[in-house]
Each structure stands twice: as structure tokens, then as C-alpha cells.
């Protein structure tokens, strides 16, 4: 079903939101904005509930840069669980861990670099900390650097950067004009010598006190469970369908018409009906979900045990 048909139902027999509303007929009670705003609550409390959207294909979601000298990195906010890692240089397998159990067996995993083997998740925060993170000498700088656009320099006194090789991605934060704190910015090297690299990208004239120069050492790809790429929008309706099974879609509308009968409206707020069709959404979701761990948990099968026999 598309988003309009999802509302509208269609010439085909297909019943939408509207239809079981009774709200086809000018003046009509709720929106069109109204109900894709309902369908879009209830669409991410179906996959947030059921965890039916698995990905690990999705570089922008599922692949970080990990930085030399960095802890902790920012999560896509349509992430709900992390599962598992791995890395692109070849560890196969990287684990999903809380606080407590890194804090009793990985010593000082805030403090020390070293080999990634963990993941820990925040996702009140929208963060997520690697333990433990690539060592320093891998290619952090810190301090003043002098950036030059007439040749796409950066330089700092004392510092050697022949650690980077060409081809090598940086990461620059802490400047005003070529990647701030909360923006930074990713240059490639070009040439590396003892004090000054240059880089392929556009490099704005600049002097920093306090800087800090990352290479991106490896790519921790995530597998997740996620939210819609895109939400559903009045623009795209004709065309835009529920990032989920399409078998799924009429399950949707009664939890549309859950939220549509909570408007604080005197001829709409019905907390009877709300309630109802509360009820129906939530037989749908806790049918689906056990529908998806059934299909993902593979066979058990049962071995004798050789010290039995």
C-alpha cells in the first residue's frame, strides 16, 4: 500500500484509514497531515516493537569511521539495536557489551588503546563507545596547526606526520573554518613529510590553537535493527510505501485509527474506540514479532553427546 492508500484506501476495494473513520465527506474531521503524522507514529512503534527492519547495508547507519585516539562515536538516530560488528581490516566479530561487564574485564578500556573488540551502545544519549579505541600513535595530532589554501597545507612545528601515507583519510575538528567540533571535516592526504601535509580538498586559510587531526584507521561496520530510512509525507504519498511488508500494511491502520480517536476534538475523541483498536494493533505487533524470531532462529538440532556414547 502506498502512504495515500494507507489514508485513502483506493478504486480497488482496498479500505484505508478514512474509510473505517467514516471521514471521506467534506468537512472532514482530521487532516490529511493529521493521519500521515498518526501512520508515521505508528509505523516507528512497529518497527521499534517488532524489530522487523535488520540492516547492515546502509553505509550512512551502519558504517563508522573509527578515528585514532577516539572512544566514542555518534549513533544514527534511526538506530534501535546494535547486534553485532565487524571490521573492515578482517575481526570478524565484535560484541555488544555494557558498562558493567567492560569495567570487570577489560582493564582501563577508558583509557587505553588498543585492539576493538567491543561495543557499548548508549541510546539515550545517541552514542556508542568502541573499546578499546585505536591507539594515538596510529595518527593523532593535537595543539596549533596552520592551514594553507595556496597549497592545501596543514602544518604543525614539531610534529611527524609520515605515519600518514598517501590515500590516508583525516579527521580535523576544533577549527573554525576547516571542521569544527560538532562538524568535522575529512581531508585525503596527498603528500606526508615530518611537518606538514597536504591534502586533495579545498583548505580555507586558517591559524588554530586547538586543534586535533584523526586518521580513520579502520570501518566498524553494525549490523542493527532500525527505523524507516525516510518518514511518510504528504509530498511523496502516491509513491511512498511503509518501509516494511507490504502484508504488514493494513495492520498499521488500526493503530492509526488508535491515535486519530485520541484528538482532542469533541466530535473525535472517542477513548472507547481508541482503546479498540489499541488493542488490535497490539495483537498485530506481537503477532509479527514472533512470526520474524521464528523465522530468524535457525533449527535446533540435537547431537548425541561423545562422552555419552
Keep these: 500500500m502506498t502512504a495515500r492508500e494507507l489514508i485513502w484506501g483506493n478504486d480497488a476495494g482496498v479500505q484505508g484509514a478514512r474509510d473505517k473513520l467514516d471521514d471521506k465527506v467534506q468537512e472532514l474531521l ?12 505508528v509505523l516507528n512503534e512497529w518497527c521499534r516493537e517488532t524489530g522487523c527492519l535488520r540492516d547492515d547495508k546502509t553505509t550512512a547507519i551502519c558504517q563508522i569511521p573509527l578515528l585514532a585516539n577516539v572512544l566514542t562515536y555518534p549513533m544514527d538516530n534511526r538506530i534501535i539495536q546494535i547486534h553485532n560488528g565487524w571490521l ?13 561487564w567492560l569495567d570487570r574485564h577489560v582493564y582501563m578500556w577508558r583509557k587505553q ?12 544519549s545517541g552514542y556508542m563507545k568502541v573499546a578499546r579505541f585505536p591507539k594515538p600513535e596510529r595518527g593523532y595530532f593535537s595543539g596549533a596547526f596552520t592551514f594553507a589554501a595556496a597549497s592545501n597545507s596543514i602544518t604543525q612545528t614539531g610534529t611527524n606526520f609520515t605515519v600518514l601515507v598517501p590515500g590516508d583519510k583525516i579527521v580535523v575538528s576544533g577549527t573554525v573554518l576547516n571542521g569544527t567540533t560538532a562538524a568535522p571535516s575529512t ?4 603528500t606526508s613529510q615530518l611537518n606538514f601535509v597536504t591534502v586533495i580538498e579545498t583548505i580555507a586559510d586558517e591559524s588554530a590553537a586547538a586543534a586535533a587531526i584523526s586518521k580513520i584507521v579502520d570501518n566498524l561496520n553494525i549490523s542493527v535493527s532500525r527505523l524507516p530510512l525516510n518518514q511518510l509525507t504528504l509530498a511523496n504519498w502516491d509513491t511512498q510505501s511503509p518501509e516494511i511488508r507490504f502484508d504488514y500494511h493494513p495492520y498499521l491502520i488500526e493503530g492509526i485509527l488508535r491515535e486519530a480517536y485520541q484528538k482532542q476534538d469533541s466530535q473525535c475523541l472517542d477513548v472507547n474506540k481508541s482503546e479498540e483498536h489499541g488493542k488490535n494493533f497490539q495483537k498485530a505487533k506481537d503477532k509479527a514479532y514472533n512470526e520474524i524470531q521464528r523465522l530468524r532462529q535457525g533449527p535446533t538440532v540435537f547431537i548425541p553427546n561423545p562422552g555419552r556414547l
Aim: with cysteine.
Design 88 to 100: 573492515d581490516s578482517g575481526w570478524a566479530h565484535i560484541d555488544v557489551k555494557d558498562e558493567i
Design 187 to 190: 581531508f585525503t592526504i596527498v
Design 113 to 124: 588503546g588498543g585492539d576493538q573488540r567491543f561495543i557499548l551502545p548508549d541510546y539515550s
Design 30 to 41: 482530521w487532516s490529511d497531515s493529521e493521519l500521515i503524522g498518526c501512520a508515521n507514529t
